[in-house]
């Protein structure tokens, strides 16, 4: 037995929705670490990031706006990365230990504030590691058209590039072998929102087992 938090990490592939769980379960109570948007802002304003990434792509891939902000070219970056799995093996390498650090700061956030459920959204969870540092993993996972179109309709890229992308990433399969609970989403926005909801509950119920009512 221990006290809050109750640490659960939400991951699967691109287009299987699990932002929209997330929001859902901010939305419901949890408090949300948003793993992927951590890792964006440390790639703007980390000096050690910053460094590391103009050496693996080069010092081009940094830009000024026209209000003096600093810019990364992240479609630039993905064209690489997405075609050679040494530069995004280097790329994860560098940035990983970063966000670990600021997710355990968001941990002891949440104990002094007594917060039941914090949840962890990752695309790559198992594959950095960081499934070792919470309690349960949700995988959200549908059919590959799906998500094939989700992604395209999001802009993320064109048909071929997210099939690419799809083929990178772990199969949902092996997700599912190492989630605690997985949620199909193959249906409309609403039925989402009711498996989520069971899914919330069920969560609180995990939580109340495994930690102290303080």
Not at 44 to 57: S, T
Not at 110 to 117: D, M, P, Q, V, Y
């Amino acid at each position: 037995m221990r006290g809050y938090p109750f640490l659960v990490g939400v991951t699967g592939g691109i287009g299987s929705g699990k932002s929209t769980v997330c929001r859902f379960l901010s939305e419901m109570g949890c408090t949300l670490f948003e793993a992927d948007m951590v890792a964006r802002q440390l790639q703007l304003h980390d000096v050690e990031v910053i460094n590391g990434i103009k050496a693996l792509f080069g010092t081009e891939v940094y830009s000024v706006d026209s209000a003096g902000q600093m810019v990364l070219d992240r479609k630039k970056i993905a064209s690489i990365v997405f075609s050679s799995p040494e530069k995004l093996e280097a790329l994860n390498t560098l940035i990983h230990p970063l966000v670990f650090r600021e997710f355990q700061k968001a941990v002891h956030d949440a104990e002094n504030r007594g917060i039941k459920i914090l949840v962890k959204e990752a695309a790559i969870l198992f594959e950095s590691g960081s499934n070792k540092q919470l309690d349960v993993v949700v995988v959200i996972v549908a059919d590959e058209q799906q998500r094939i179109e989700r992604a395209v309709r999001k802009g993320i890229g064109s048909h071929e590039e997210i099939i690419q992308r799809i083929a990178l990433q772990w199969p949902q399969k092996k997700l599912i072998e190492k989630a605690d609970y997985v949620v199909v989403n193959n249906g409309s926005e609403e039925y989402l929102k009711k498996e989520t909801e069971a899914l919330y509950s069920r969560l609180l119920s995990a939580a109340s087992l495994a930690c102290n009512h303080l």
